[in-house]
């Protein structure tokens, strides 16, 4: 098939016209599915459409597409996957409409994403859900719970089926023949496909029902058959309406459903159901093969033509010859009476058939008159009819063309509504923009947060510097005003000095002038000594001119000590200024400092109590998620030992005194929050695995100490919830006391105490001094093997001669290295012990350790016996192989026991070692040097034994034909008895082992480990 008719039919299907969807073209997209085994070619030719524009475009591509589901190939569904999340928009994007064919194209698409889901969960479900009986006990795999899941399925695909049902129907207009319109048949259309999905899912809801209720006691389904009370009320009310409508009368058979839902607490009410059977036409009209009536089909133009009326024309009566007519006289004269008379008889046979004939003509045409009045009658019927048809159908017109300018509107309101549509969406981007990027804030502040914490010490310790730096300067400051009060100080003692300095030579220059007077006065009262005057006048006279220099001269000085006085003030002043306003910003930005460090402190607090918010929320969540999974009923099957419980309860009580402790110093100082948060998460997986353990313990004990235990576990976990609900509440932290969960968990362990088997209560000191004492006895026994080997070897090479000498060497000296080989693997078991008790794994001390793994100690006890023995039982079969008496086949045997046992012991040391222990290592490879040297004396003693039997030849040269016959008899006997005995020991030797099995078994507790696993 063409690929581009293929696209072609699908444009031809999917188009704008308001009119069903074309059978042929629907059934060629079909084929073409087949064709090419996929939807690649029609999901091409799809997303080229525009199915976001037009609801009428979309509905028809649903419709299509249904069929595709139902009737393609089983390679649409895969195919279609691709495309879920456009259908999803796509339907969102429609469910804003809320009339119309966009809500139908949303309910319609939401229908399909659910049928495609469906199919990919459940692939043996075909597209069609055609299945038999036991397809569909296949398809559940006989598990109840794959059932009691189907069925949910089941419920909600046909949910959405009954929701496109009801949306088609609400939609229309029921009081008028919608089914006959081309607008109501595109509506239509797609039911037929929703009614074969309905009746199949509603047949298979009843059998996964009935087969739920005959496993499953009928309280835990009650919500099941609620449910499908509601669906059947719908379905078969959807099937009544449908059935009723004209336009699936001739395409479809819908069944009926019962009156009554069947009644599934009663089991023998399967036999009474009914699977509904959707029958199809095979002949049946495809929508696009009708067409409009019109008026003028209804009328039969084509009148009948009636037989014309017959023509008694005269001579078909009575003959055109002249000797049979009455009425020619001329003729009649020489007529005899008897022919006259048969001529009478004829003719009147003759009128008599023709009055019959015309009298059945009459009849006949009677009839037709009465059957054509009666046509008329019918015709003029159907005229009337065809005549309200005309005029329903011009009221109809006006109703399209008001419902086109209805549409016209909606188009508008849909055209903003669009546009509204875009400008939510370019918000809701920006939303989803602004939520990303306050994710990115939200992770860079968890991020910061962390940095926060790492950066708190360095704040501390720059807020430590900042308060010795304003020490500083708070010094520096005082240091300045007591250089400034100090130079004010100075300066105004100077200027004081400069004062008293100035007033003194004021004084001088008063006395002087005091002086000049006095001298003026005594020149003038004495004349006489004039010259002498004169002579002092002169002196005087130059003294005051010194006088007047040096006065100047002090002013002078005194100006400039003034300017300097004037210049260190303003200096001083403007220091002072500039250390104010240094002290100032220093201030200022000590006060930001503290702002800063209060918010950061704030902010802190505020993550810190965040934090632990978290971890409360985290620790609660594991809680109840125990507590479920004590009620699931997938967890019965889950089991636990009383040891491994005690454990749990012993590290949960460990764990609550840390969490108190912690609780405490938080209190104390709310920076360590740190350790109580881990404390919290510890103690929420320790006490949900405690509870766990205990409920699964309580499947292996009986009822009255499993519902004791199983109280006691859902009591813990309820202390430990209202434990954490007050650690939620900054009031409540103060007042959260773990006292009451402890109580709860010391209750646990009590009763785990006492669930513990009797027969492994053994004393510390006993387990632990039984070991010592087995490994010691164990490298006791290789010791004293190794020393009777090296006995023998002397011995033999003192006895001995020749091949047997040399025989015998080989065998011991493997042995000897054989016991080396042991011995350096006992040294390495019991340093890998001593590594796995000191590196802390379960107790502080050995004993301890080997009293609480109990079990454990018993399996490394009955290696170590096991070795020690195999060592004894090998030296005493070489010792017999030696002298001749003992079998080389026993020595391989214990060779092999011994490699058996060795391996028991290695795997017993390595069970609760460190994989990457050194001391491990160390002990696998001693254990591979046990094998190479098992192997060794094996091949020796393979190499020894075929050298001796080479030596005793087989002479028969001196024996007779007799003798050789005899012997010949003998040795075909004890072939087969040997052979009959061999098949008895190696059934013997199965027995053996299977026995040792159960025992080593019973001894070492594998069955308890298994349980105490689950």
Request: glycine letters at 4%; one cysteine or more.
């Amino acid at each position: 098939m063409d690929l581009s008719k293929i696209a072609v039919s699908i444009n031809k299907a999917i188009n704008t016209q308001e009119v069903a969807v074309k059978e042929k073209h629907a059934r060629t997209c079909i084929l073409g599915t087949h064709h090419e085994k996929g939807a690649h070619t029609f999901w091409a030719a799809v997303n080229r459409l525009p199915l976001s524009s037009n609801a009428v475009l979309c509905w028809k591509f649903c419709h299509v597409f249904h069929k595709l589901l139902r009737d393609g190939h089983p390679n649409v569904i895969k195919d279609s996957m691709r495309n879920k999340a456009d259908l999803t928009d796509m339907s969102r994007m429609w469910g804003h409409l809320s009339e119309g064919y966009g809500k139908l194209c949303s309910i319609y698409l939401k229908l399909l994403i659910t049928k495609m889901e469906f199919h990919i969960k459940n692939p043996r479900f075909p597209g069609n859900l055609q299945m038999s009986n036991r397809q569909l006990d296949e398809a559940g795999e006989n598990d109840v719970n794959n059932f009691f899941q189907l069925t949910v399925e089941m419920f909600d695909y046909l949910e959405c089926e009954l929701n496109l049902f009801l949306g088609v129907f609400s939609s229309l207009d029921m009081s008028r023949s919608v089914s006959v319109t081309a607008a109501g048949q595109c509506r239509l259309a797609p039911l037929i496909q929703v009614i074969l999905d309905c009746s199949h899912l509603y047949d298979y809801t009843v059998k996964l029902l009935f087969k739920l209720h005959s496993c499953l006691p009928a309280d835990t389904l009650q919500g099941h058959r609620d449910r499908f009370q509601e669906q059947f009320k719908k379905l078969k009310s959807l099937f009544y309406r449908s059935s009723n409508l004209q336009y699936f009368k001739r395409l479809i058979q819908i069944p009926q459903l019962p009156e009554n839902p069947p009644n599934f607490l009663r089991a023998s009410a399967l036999s009474e159901h009914i699977s509904p059977v959707v029958v199809i036409p095979a002949e049946s009209s495809s929508p696009e093969s009708e067409h409009v009536v019109e008026t003028d089909d209804l009328v039969d133009t084509d009148v009948p033509v009636l037989p014309a009326p017959v023509e008694t024309k005269f001579d078909d009566l009575f003959g055109t010859s002249a000797a049979i007519d009455p009425f020619n006289f001329n003729s009649q004269n020489g007529m005899r009476k008897d022919d006259k008379d048969r001529l009478i008889e004829q003719l009147t046979r003759e009128i008599q058939a023709l009055k019959e004939e015309l009298e059945s003509f009459r009849l006949e045409s009677g009839r037709l008159c009465q059957a054509l009045r009666g046509r008329v009658n019918e015709l003029e019927a159907e005229l009337a009819e065809q005549s309200h048809l005309r005029l329903q159908a011009v009221g109809e017109s006006e109703f399209l063309k008001a419902e086109l300018d209805d549409l016209r509107r909606v188009r508008e309101d849909t055209e903003k509504e669009q546009r509204s549509l875009t400008e939510i969406e370019r918000k809701a981007q920006a939303n989803e923009q602004r939520y990303t990027k306050l994710k990115e804030k939200y992770t860079e502040l968890v991020q910061s947060h962390a940095d926060l914490l790492r950066k708190n010490a360095e704040v501390t310790r720059q807020m430590t510097v900042a308060r010795a730096a304003q020490d500083e300067v708070e010094a520096v400051r005082k240091e300045m005003q007591e250089k400034v009060k100090a130079a004010q100080e100075a300066a105004d003692r100077q200027e004081r000095e400069q004062l008293e300095h100035l007033q003194e030579l004021q004084r001088e220059l008063v006395s002087s002038r005091a002086e000049l007077d006095s001298l003026k006065t005594s020149m003038a009262s004495s004349q006489q000594s004039s010259e002498v005057l004169g002579t002092q006048l002169a002196a005087l006279e130059s003294e005051k001119a010194e006088l007047v220099q040096s006065l100047s001269k002090v002013e002078a000085e005194l100006a400039a000590r003034g300017e300097e006085l004037e210049r260190v003030q303003s200096s001083l002043v403007t220091e002072r200024e500039s250390r104010v306003k240094s002290a100032e910003t220093l201030q200022n930005q000590l006060n930001e400092k503290e702002s800063r460090e209060q918010a950061l402190e704030s902010q802190l607090a505020a993550a810190r109590w965040a934090s632990l918010q978290g971890a409360v929320e985290e620790a609660e969540k594991i809680i109840q998620d125990s507590l479920a999974q004590i009620d699931d009923p997938a967890h019965i099957s889950c089991t636990s030992s009383a040891d491994y419980l005690a454990s749990r309860c012993q590290a949960s009580l460990e764990c609550m005194e840390r969490l108190n402790s912690t609780r405490v110093a938080f209190l104390a100082d709310n920076t360590g929050v740190s350790e109580l948060v881990r404390a919290v998460t510890q103690s929420g997986h320790l006490v949900g695995d405690t509870i766990v353990q205990g409920s699964a313990t309580s499947h292996m004990v009986p009822v009255e100490q499993a519902d004791a235990l199983s109280e006691s576990v859902k009591v813990c976990g309820a202390e430990a919830l209202a434990l954490l609900g007050l650690m939620k509440q900054q009031d409540g932290l103060a007042a959260a006391d773990s006292g009451k969960l402890k109580a709860a968990l010391e209750a646990v362990l009590a009763t785990a105490e006492k669930l513990r088997p009797q027969g492994l209560e053994l004393q510390q000191g006993e387990l632990g001094d039984l070991v010592e004492q087995e490994m010691a006895a164990t490298s006791a026994a290789v010791e004293s093997a190794a020393a009777r080997i090296e006995e023998m070897l002397n011995n033999s090479r003192a006895v001995d001669t020749g091949i047997k000498m040399e025989v015998n060497e080989r065998i011991l000296a493997s042995c000897t290295e054989l016991m080396q080989a042991i011995k350096e693997l006992i040294l390495s078991s019991k340093d890998l012990q001593r590594d796995i008790v000191e590196s802390g794994r379960g107790a502080a001390s050995m004993k301890e350790f080997y009293a609480k793994n109990s079990r454990w100690t018993e399996g490394l006890i009955s290696a170590s016996k096991a070795v020690g023995w195999g060592a004894t039982v090998m030296v005493d079969a070489a010792d017999l192989v030696v002298q001749g008496k003992g079998k080389f086949e026993e020595l391989m045997v214990c060779s092999h026991e011994i490699a058996a046992s060795t391996a028991q012991l290695v795997a017993a040391s390595k069970v609760k070692a460190d994989k990457d222990s050194t001391k491990l290592h160390r002990l696998q490879q001693a254990s591979r040097g046990v094998t190479q040297a098992t192997a060794a004396v094996v091949a020796s003693t393979k190499s020894g034994k075929s050298q001796i039997e080479e030596t005793d030849t087989m002479d028969f040269s001196s024996m007779t034909l007799t003798q050789i016959k005899r012997q010949e008899m003998d040795a075909q006997v004890l072939v087969l008895e040997l052979e009959t005995r061999l098949q008895k020991e190696r059934e013997r030797l199965g027995e053996l082992r299977k026995k040792h099995y159960e025992l080593a078994g019973v001894a070492e507790g594998w069955g308890e480990d298994e349980e105490g696993t689950g």
